[in-house]
């Protein structure tokens, strides 16, 4: 939910031409723009905790084969941040290593004389080093060395060797893809980020629910009446064009790369917080429509409207694309 402060919208004279504006610059943008972001290796802004971003930054170019996005990506997908999180197979801390692997790969990272699982300090940079160690057994294997290194972690270095590759295995070729979407949405972009095809008929959606009351946790049901709030209006939207997005508006953040406020672009997400250092601190969301304004659910007792994104809670933004929302973990994990 946003603060009362935000200024509102919503003018029915504003709203033509916002309409106007949507269909020719989504398309116009999507035709002259081109190229996604390549060779990308730091870090977008407030994408990952600051408690623990330095030792991603640090940690993620232990050795060629990664990168503190890729890092960042592979801490994601295993914990979503939990530093206590364990699974049902035993594996735990921030990493999720299961108990054999971490008595023969952690490390202690922090210098304090032990090896702590549970401790990020610890956990991070024995992430990255059994990383480096998995890329240095299967560096002869042909094909991308990252890939490869992903794989071993997945399906084992032998099967690597065996395969001379990524091994044709669903589910290590679904985590490699997985992991290396997900970089994408950790890397600060280089260049301009590739438009979204699917941009024109979300707005198309959230158009039709402006004047909308809100209503807090609504995803549109008929038993709610047909109403929204930020993330329910904003998943409800992408839904309609193939885009299945998360419920919860800091887990939509990593559903794509993150173009700078001056390369927004209709269709794009808009998100809010009052720790603009941590991602996992966003409370709100909108639907980027050009000129300064997204459409979004504010809070309760507004309707659906227009406003301004540049206020001194905007965080950044998000390209969503279908590869990087079904990168995304589903359900997150919960906290132990």
Known sequence: MRKAWVVAGGAVGLCLGFIALLVVGTFSAAAGLGGGAKGAVALAKGAVPALYQPLVQKWGNLCPAINPALL???????????????????????????????????????????????????????????????????????????DNMLAAYNAGAYAVIKYGG??????????????????????????????????????????????????????????????FDCSGLTQAAYRTVGIELPRVANDQYNAGPHPSRDELLPGDLVFFSDDLADSRAIRHVGLYVGGGYMINAPYTGAVIRFDRIDTPDYFGATRVTRDGAEALPSPPRPAV
């Open 166 to 227: 990524v091994p044709p295995y669903r589910e290590t070729q679904n985590y490699v893809k997985v992991i290396r979407t997900l970089e994408k949405s950790f890397a600060r972009p280089v260049g301009r980020v590739e438009p979204s095809r699917q941009a024109a008929g979300a707005i198309y959606f959230a158009q039709q629910k402006l004047g909308t009351k809100y209503l807090w946790g609504g995803n549109g049901t008929p038993e709610q009446g047909g109403r």
């Open 72 to 146: 960042a990506a592979q801490l994601y997908q295993e914990s979503g941040w939990n530093p206590r999180a364990q699974s049902h197979a035993a594996a735990q801390g921030i990493a999720q290593f299961i108990p054999g692997t971490w008595a023969v790969h952690g490390v202690d990272g922090d210098g304090d004389g032990d090896r702590d699982v549970w401790d990020p300090a610890d956990a991070i940079p024995s992430a990255a080093s059994y990383d480096c160690k998995l890329a240095g057994y299967v560096k002869k294997a042909p094909g991308d060395p990252t």
